[in-house]
């Protein structure tokens, strides 16, 4: 497996169930995200993991759960969904500071997990 | 406050043809980096190019080029000889180092159409 991957790439859920997203990167990064993409809406930053510790949540509801168990790992724990939280989840990771001088935080993305919360 | 606008929601060209996909930022910070991805029917987004605020260089990769404006604050992205490959949406994007380098402030995104 190259770049970052994620798993399932669909999913269908009912609004009582729990289900996660996992996402794995291969790329040596120490930096991790998830975005939700929506129709019609900019690509929203959910959360943001340094070095396995969480250091962004962007006003992120408590039905979303994110954790970073290592560098390489990453879930979204996901429950009692609501209808509009059906949308593109996207995984992301780059490399925070700097390598050989210079800045490196360009971000590469998953292929995504498209949710479906009926 | 929007940060990053792409007001091209949607372009069509036909194949060959040179394309421009304008991107205009906001920001009060001095140290600030631009991005475009672009992202096919197939969901992922692919990283396509970096600059940072102190390079205003422009750049060229093949058959895109994108020419990086502070004066009017803009970071356009041309493909030139368009194909129906390059058919996908592209996204501008935006950090600054005062609110992390690496959290991205995406636009709305400009969908492509190349026209074989």
């Known amino acids: 497996e190259t770049g970052v991957t994620q798993t399932p790439r669909h999913l269908v859920m009912g609004m009582t169930n729990k289900k996660s997203l996992k996402c794995e990167q291969h790329?040596?990064?120490?930096?991790m995200y998830w975005y939700k993409q929506s129709a019609k809406k900019p690509l929203e930053l959910m959360f943001v993991?340094?070095?396995?510790?969480?250091?962004e949540n962007n006003s992120v509801p408590s039905r979303f759960s994110p954790e970073c168990p290592n560098s390489s790992h990453l879930f979204l724990h996901l429950h009692t969904l609501q209808p509009e939280d059906s949308a593109l989840y996207l995984c992301?990771?780059?490399?925070?500071?700097?390598?050989?001088?210079?800045?490196?935080?360009?971000?590469?993305f998953g292929p995504g997990t498209r949710l479906t919360v009926l | 406050a929007q940060k990053v606008t792409q007001a091209q929601t949607e372009i069509s060209v036909v194949e060959k043809e040179d394309v421009t996909l304008d991107c205009v930022y906001e920001?009060?910070?001095?140290?600030?980096?631009l991005f475009w991805y672009k992202q096919p029917p197939s969901g992922e987004l692919v990283f396509l190019i970096r600059?940072?605020?102190?390079?205003?260089q422009n750049e060229i990769s093949g058959r895109y080029s994108w020419n990086f404006q502070k004066s009017t604050s803009s970071f356009n992205f041309t493909i030139t000889a368009s194909q129906v490959v390059d058919s996908a949406v592209y996204f501008c994007?935006?950090?600054?180092?005062?609110?992390?380098?690496?959290?991205?402030?995406f636009g709305t995104g400009t969908r492509l159409t190349v026209i074989p």
């Open positions: 994007a935006l950090s600054e180092r005062q609110t992390g380098a690496n959290n991205l402030f």
């Open positions: 790329l040596g990064h120490n930096a």
């Open positions: 993991y340094n070095f396995k510790e969480q250091t």
């Open positions: 600059r940072n605020s102190f390079d205003e």
């Open positions: 992301a990771s780059s490399q925070e500071g700097m390598a050989g001088g210079r800045m490196r935080n360009e971000q590469f």
């Open positions: 920001t009060r910070d001095t140290t600030y980096y």
